[in-house]
T-cell receptor, first 114, second 111 residues
């Protein structure tokens, strides 16, 4: 079963506008969430993270929001730039055990048009 | 620091052959992970090392797969008797706490 879901396979936005990428999860025991960006033929690059005890974390143009009651998190990119075009993955770390393994969603392909 | 490196970047092999991949993590990181990614999916966890100890293995890691991390430094992932279903991107990541930093991956094609 897919514990972390990204239901939108793709998103297209205009340069300068806001990009909002969404992620839903089913396991209430997840205690840490991360977003990664991936360009073709490269490994995922860490973007931003959030602990389950917070509801918002901001880093420059990137903000992650966590809604625990809805089991939903989102990544906001403002303003969007053409270089942001990539596949974005959300990932979660289960609270049980301490291996820190990541459970990923399927990814959302973001295209930012000039 | 040059980040996580993986070798080779690409590997084409015939079904039934053995292959070995290498990962060099960021030097001060004691945690090392292997993931596998297939087309259209997110990476899937395979195994985890804390220093030289392999502490978790996914059920995806059949007995044809073995991983080592001698002396808690670099790691190797070996696949014996490769099958076409093993074709995927194999990713290595390292970290010290929650965030993990990925290498460029090894693309395996089994013909």
């Amino acid at each position: 079963d897919q514990q972390v879901k990204q239901n939108s396979p793709s998103l297209s936005v205009q340069e300068g506008r806001i990009s909002i990428l969404n992620c839903d999860y089913t396991n209430s025991m997840f205690d840490y969430f991360l977003w990664y960006k991936k360009y073709p033929a490269e490994g995922p690059t860490f973007l931003i993270s959030i602990s389950s005890i917070k509801d918002k974390n901001e880093d420059g143009r990137f903000t992650v929001f966590l809604n625990k009651s809805a089991k939903h998190l989102s990544l906001h990119i403002v303003p969007s730039q053409p270089g942001d075009s990539a596949v974005y993955f959300c990932a979660a770390i289960p609270g049980s055990g301490n291996t820190g393994k990541l459970i990923f969603g399927q990814g959302t392909t973001l295209q930012v048009k000039p | 620091d040059t980040g996580v490196s993986q070798d080779p970047r690409h590997k084409i092999t015939k079904r039934g052959q053995n292959v070995t991949f290498r990962c060099d993590p960021i030097s001060e990181h004691n945690r090392l992970y292997w993931y596998r990614q297939t087309l259209g999916q997110g990476p899937e966890f395979l195994t985890y090392f804390q220093n030289e100890a392999q502490l978790e293995k996914s059920r995806l890691l059949s007995d044809r797969f073995s991983a080592e991390r001698p002396k808690g430094s670099f790691s190797t992932l070996e696949i014996q008797r490769t099958e076409q279903g093993d074709s995927a991107m194999y990713l290595c990541a390292s970290g010290q706490s929650y965030e993990q930093y990925f290498g460029p991956g090894t693309r395996l094609t089994v013909t």
